[in-house]
């Protein structure tokens, strides 16, 4: 079963704009992830925050993770058409197994 | 790209047949993971193996299973094959057991008719 839910599904901006980016989760966790996959094809991981941390950035990518309310959101600043892909958040949980659980995603589109 | 090979690229079985899957781990992983990702939705864990041992399951039947050999390299293979099987098989290494980033194959894109 899924770990959370994403928002939106879909998402469709203009190149240059901001594309933001939810995430929640339903159990306490080490860690969450978030990937990109282009096409249906493998995903590429991008950035990882702990538990421990509030926000994170990488170039043009800012995650903030708040436990609290078991969220998260990825910001792309900037944005360019190559960043057309669907983006997924993992959680790795604090206990037990240490597979991702995945979100279902979002589709983004940036039109140029 | 991520070092991780996964063959064959595409494959379609009819219902009732197995199939065999297979996965080069990056150099250095000792760590090999698969997912099942169904049309529109995210992966979800099928097992991991760590140094030839099975070491964590999801919510998948035996029909699901799978080796790691001494190379670390790894196969899934899935028996009597049904309809909502069909889906894009993803393996994904690391090094250890940790909690780090997976490093993602293509994928093999199974279709059973």
């Known amino acids: 079963s899924q770990q959370g839910e994403e928002d939106p599904q879909a998402l469709s901006i203009q190149e240059g704009e901001n594309a933001t980016m939810n995430c929640s989760y339903k159990t306490s966790i080490n860690n969450l992830q978030w990937y990109r996959q282009n096409s249906g094809r493998g995903l590429v991981h991008l950035i990882l925050i702990r538990s421990n941390e509030r926000e994170k950035h990488s170039g043009r990518l800012r995650v903030t993770l708040d436990t609290s309310k078991k969220s998260s959101s990825l910001l792309i600043t900037a944005s360019r058409a190559a960043d057309t892909a669907s983006y997924f958040c993992?959680?790795?949980?604090?206990?037990?197994?240490?597979?991702?659980?995945f979100g279902s995603g979002t589709r983004l589109q940036v039109q140029p | 790209e991520t070092g991780v090979t996964q063959s064959p690229t595409h494959l379609i079985k009819t219902r009732g047949q197995q199939v065999t899957l297979r996965c080069s781990s990056q150099s250095g992983h000792n760590t090999v993971s698969w997912y099942q990702q169904a049309l529109g939705q995210g992966p979800q864990f099928i097992f991991q193996?760590?140094?030839?041992?099975?070491?964590g399951r999801g919510n998948f039947p035996p029909r699901f299973s799978g080796l790691q050999f001494p190379n670390y390299s790894s196969e899934l293979n899935v028996n009597a094959l049904e309809l909502d099987d069909s889906a894009l098989y993803l393996c994904a290494s690391r090094s250890g057991q940790g909690l780090s980033e997976q490093y993602f194959g293509p994928g093999t894109r199974l279709t059973v008719t």
């Open positions: 993992a959680t790795v949980m604090d206990t037990g197994r240490r597979a991702l659980t």
């Open positions: 193996y760590y140094r030839e041992e099975e070491n």
